[in-house]
């Protein structure tokens, strides 16, 4: 039986050791790997290739996606699924690992309902915003990028009074944002699902500066959409110039790290057991408490990822 | 009711996020906190002080351990345990954080046994070779220096047929070298657990270089105590020039990733709140399944700590 | 004689070598050395210190400045002007090592025009705006901060077809903008001194990427005021999704790199060697073709930083 | 007019800039570009392609080189020279740009002094040590991936008293360790050009380990052969428990930095304009006081690197 892997939508660090083990364990497992490449785009477009142990030499350490992906409109049609369908059919692909998140999800649910190809998703998106799994692969190497040039801005936010405000990605999720201001002792954290209640906040950091305090850290999350806002508002209420770094999509650069790759061969490896052990395969992997295991892509996909709660609490007492 | 923080044995990155989190969540709590300097050794010669949050300010960032830590013989005789236990004393001192490993444990046990003292150990060791916690504070840093190196390694070794051995931490424990092996797909893992199957290996290895491979590299843990031979293997074997790197402590510096950061935060949490909650503490933080509990003392340090079988697995699969 | 070291205006990688040098060489020559906190501010205020070798023990390797810095009115009238030359006559102090840019160096030849004090000043700035030197401290940190973020986008980058903006340091000059577009292939550099070609470059890349190119590199410099623009220009002309990075602080943090700590540890050695030697000195250390020299202050601050001519070639011909 | 470019003995980081800096001129300068994979033994076994701007695209920031290289044991022999000879021949390569150290510049001048074939040789090699020339590629990478070891080791040095001892690549020349003794305040180093002085060193160093001194990091020159001996000295001398991190090839790898990326572009094109611009070139690209300049290989190969004095001078008053 022959399987191939896909990454679609965004880009997330850990993708690479993904598809390497995808085709080490596939082979190893006796079956058949095939790289598609460009996405679900690439898919229709029958760039699907047998994969070679070297085709995958030396990708483990390097960010990004060496089968590249991208968005596609033309999947929402009909004859491009079944095009799709077939150009797999062709090859003998019956199974397909699917590094995305909540919208490529969608897409291959509607895929597989029609034709007869199974999938296992694995959750990949540095957001880390898709229900049912506590973890998302990418997630740590963001994480430590933006912890990198936090700790960078701490050697210049010494030396002289000024507040820095950092914004970081997270289209609807404040993940990114919260952990990182957490980490970094971030004095503002502003994210799309809480309120940010300048009052109290002002009156804390108004008796701080006055105590000395020489330098406020703020962490926007993206998706707050309030960046302008608070750098006005840092300024004029605290009389501190005020610099802003947008770090964008440094944040899905990076050599994976340690954790992603580990994630990466896990998540993989349960992903094509899966496949190779069951018919009618709709399922995600997910991470909960240390432990593995499948969630129906309908529940998946049908929930919204909530923050958890001791997360949000942290926001209450930023120190 | 005030408590104390002290490092105690081989330093590990994380122990200075745990400080700043020991500072300002005893405060936080409304208690008063305390820093030992320079291990046992400073707590017997009353190297103790009054924490402000303008000690802890900065450091999140920084490997090593702002406390410093020691080795002590004196520490082993009763009449300098008393004398540590009148140093706490006196300042009202009932609970200690204790960072360190199995000996420091080991120590803390005894010392709390002859005197009214309370302590939480929170495992700290690049080694992660306690028993009883999946994880000790500082391993994915170290992990992740060890990676940063073997990119490295990686870059040049494809440019000439060579071999590569690398020899990290790891005294009795081979945790740090399998994981490296995976996550740099290494040929070689040598560790103390596993007896070194070299004959299988040279079948194994020869076939592929005559395929085609064109370089090598081998893992090997410092408590394996193989380096050398290892080295002269390789050359023997596979006539490859073999280079040799020893990280040493480079391994025990570097900033603080993320995940350590969150795990310091989160062991310290739990370990001023057991002690504020509870009398006679004798106990150590540990992590199992994503989720923190508490051990006896007793059950840590007499039990000895076993590589998960799914890692051991992984050494006969390397690829 | 006894030295004193100030830090002024931005903060630049290289200064902490630098006042680590200033220390050791300063009690090497035997004199006495003294710090200056809080840039002119501290000056005028009189938190002047006493050095010790363990005041700058361990700081090389970090970023900012660890005397600080500030901005000040009150150094523009004569009578604080004043104050501060007093409170450097009642210690004793005849000469200053002043790390600072154009604007210090400034305020220090009116200083000593005024008052019986001399000076050297070291070129301290990533912007490399300053007249006379090829060379100021901490542009190389800076260009490696720079580099790496590109490096990960890069990685990204080929994952997907879109562009990449990313908006670097230099007020009025363009320097390191120029440098990282060449060191990086990027395919658009924008400088406050060159005008922006648009139509060349539309032609061009409109082919390119007809040709199959899949991502655009555009590199901003601040001080062209240029981004949203560029931005908006991009997305429309060529139909690629455009994803903004404004690297702002990071590239004042970080390590100072190997090349910047020579360079300050050189630039100190020349400064104190000529304060010493000489009265009346108002000069600044130069580092031209690989030689180090000084020039009047008058000389620097009266004329500008033009970049050099194969660095403004260079943007003509990116590739 | 067809050129080619050849990397040849040991890598360093800068290759893939050079690499790439070639193919993209030499057709800008409307010539021919070939890549000779395998160095020396490729070119006898005729391993040369015609380089496409696609086969360099990505590269600057890799380490190592893409085209590789190798030893050649027949190169020696008149015979395969002359077939590697007759391979540029049938592809009307006139001139070569070689990478490559004294070795491999040496077997060129032999090569060219038989064969109507020109070269001009870029000294490339993280020893810096070529005769005529105070740079040579990969060496300020190699340097910055020390750096950030010996800043690690410092984070945890201060941690514990204990001695540090890095071993730092030079097989002759004692460059690379000089330099990082410098940059990381070591108080030991020893190279093969000075007879390192136990004694002085000793009674300075005891006393400030009794005035409170707490760590020694002493940088060995892996030339000087001395890495044990000075290991023993230092755990009999001062009683400290003393760690060894021997380096290796992780100097050889890492992004080059932004140094190397600019002097690789240089480098090349000074090579290129020249090989178009003469024949008989047998010359090597040399870099001193800032300039480019150009020597006879017979200079370079028959004169031997001596260390810059002031470089020899720091060893005498390390701090």
Not at 128 to 141: K, M
Not at 209 to 231: M, P, Q
């Amino acid at each position: 039986m022959a399987l191939a892997i896909i990454s679609s939508g965004g880009d997330a660090p850990g993708m690479n050791p993904a598809i390497k083990k995808f085709v080490d364990y596939t082979y190893k497992r006796g079956e058949e790997a095939y790289l598609i490449y460009d996405g679900l785009e690439g898919l229709i477009d029958n760039k699907i290739k047998k994969a070679t142990h070297q085709d995958v030499a030396g990708i483990v350490h390097i960010g990004g996606t060496i089968i590249r992906s991208s968005r596609s409109k033309r999947f929402f049609e009909y004859k491009y699924r079944e095009q799709a369908y077939n150009n797999l059919k062709a090859l003998g692909v019956k199974g397909l690992v699917v590094l995305g998140g909540d919208g490529t999800f969608r897409a291959m649910q509607k895929f597989s309902s029609e034709f007869d190809i199974n999938f296992v998703g694995i959750p990949s998106t540095i957001d880390n915003d898709i229900y049912g799994t506590e973890y998302c692969l990418g997630v740590d190497t963001a994480l430590n990028v933006i912890r990198d040039a936090l700790d960078k801005i701490r050697d210049t936010a010494s030396s002289f009074n000024r507040a820095f405000l950092v914004e970081v990605m997270g289209r609807d999720c404040g993940y990114l944002a919260i952990v990182s201001a957490i980490i970094s002792g971030a004095e503002i954290c502003v994210i799309p699902e809480v309120k940010f209640e300048k009052e109290a906040l002002e009156k804390k950091l108004s008796q701080e500066i006055k105590d000395g305090r020489n330098y406020v850290l703020a962490i926007i999350s993206e998706g707050a959409k309030k960046t302008s806002e608070i750098h006005s508002w840092i300024q004029d209420t605290f009389a501190l110039e005020t610099r802003v770094s947008i770090l964008g999509h440094i944040q899905r650069g990076g050599n994976p790290t340690v954790y992603d790759r580990m994630m990466a061969f896990d998540f993989t490896i349960y992903a094509i057991d899966y496949l190779l052990e069951h018919n009618n395969s709709n399922k995600v992997v997910v991470y909960n408490s240390g432990k593995f295991d499948f969630m129906e892509i309908e529940e998946v996909v049908s929930n919204r990822y909530q923050l958890p709660q001791h997360l949000l609490n942290a926001i209450n007492y930023l120190d």
